[in-house]
């Protein structure tokens, strides 16, 4: 069977943009062999994450951690994260990891706090002299193979440690004793029935958290009945 030049040239025109035509940001990272975890997440995660990132109509930077970056940390906690009971912290993980802007390495000078697709500010610097000029690092973690291309964006490979903000690895506790002003009395009376562990261990919570104005509607003789009784203390606490 023989094809006229026209067609030949049509079906070779045709084979030649299908052989590189760019792979989204998904794409390239199901087709690596050393960021195999961070697939697993993006697959564990709400469809919306992979959607985001191959989406063609966008033009992101994904710093990838590879599956070195993964091993460093705990792996009980990993396996945790893809878990549904951990879903909201895996979507911050992952997003916190994009920016909604494609900046390729050339791009980054000096050191600049950026706010990532997860809402979280981290840190993108190049280093200028010594030993370390011209290297890259996010939030402290170097960039291992910066300006991998994607068709909907940029990717800067990291090897040390995912990105991991407050919204991974905060508690409770955390939250509450960075504002004393609203909630310094719920933290004491946490603290003296012992539930601070609980609300600062790894499992998934929601606290429905009176603050400072709430315990000051309280008839005064109420709060030092919950002072003295620690049973009853500890059961309205837990109520909450």
């Keep these: 069977m023989k094809f006229s030049n026209a067609a030949s040239s049509f079906l070779l025109s ?3 943009l299908n052989s590189v035509s760019p792979q989204t940001i998904v794409d390239v990272v199901v087709g690596s062999e050393i960021h195999t975890t961070l697939e697993a997440a993006v697959l564990a995660a709400p469809a919306v994450i992979a959607e985001t990132l191959s989406n063609p109509d966008l033009n992101l930077t994904l710093f ?3 599956d070195t970056a993964f091993a460093a940390i705990s792996q009980d906690f990993l396996a ?22 494609r900046v390729p390495s050339s791009a980054i000078e000096g050191r600049l706090e950026v706010e990532a697709f997860g809402g979280a500010t981290i840190t993108v610097e190049k280093k200028d002299g010594g030993i370390q000029d011209g290297l890259v690092f996010v939030d ?3 960039v291992t193979a910066p300006d991998i291309e994607a068709s909907n964006g940029i990717i800067h490979s990291i ?6 903000p407050d919204c991974v690895t905060g508690s409770i506790v955390t939250e509450l004793t960075s504002a004393p002003l609203s909630f310094q009395v719920l933290v004491d009376l946490a603290s003296k029935a012992g539930l601070v562990d609980t609300l600062s261990n790894g499992s998934p919570l929601t606290l429905f958290a009176p603050n400072n104005l709430a315990f000051a509607k309280l008839d005064k003789h109420v709060l030092d009945f919950l002072n003295d009784d620690m049973d009853a203390l500890v059961k309205v606490l837990t109520y909450h």
């Excluded at 945790?80 to 802007?101: A, D, M």
């Excluded at 090897?159 to 991991?164: E, G, H, K, N, T």
């Design 14 to 16: 045709s084979f030649i």
């Design 159 to 164: 090897s040390a440690r995912p990105i991991l």
């Design 80 to 101: 945790q994260l893809i878990t549904p009971t951990w879903t909201n912290h895996l979507v911050c993980l992952l997003t916190n990891h994009v920016l909604t802007s």
């Design 64 to 66: 990838a951690p590879d």
């Design 140 to 142: 402290g973690v170097q």
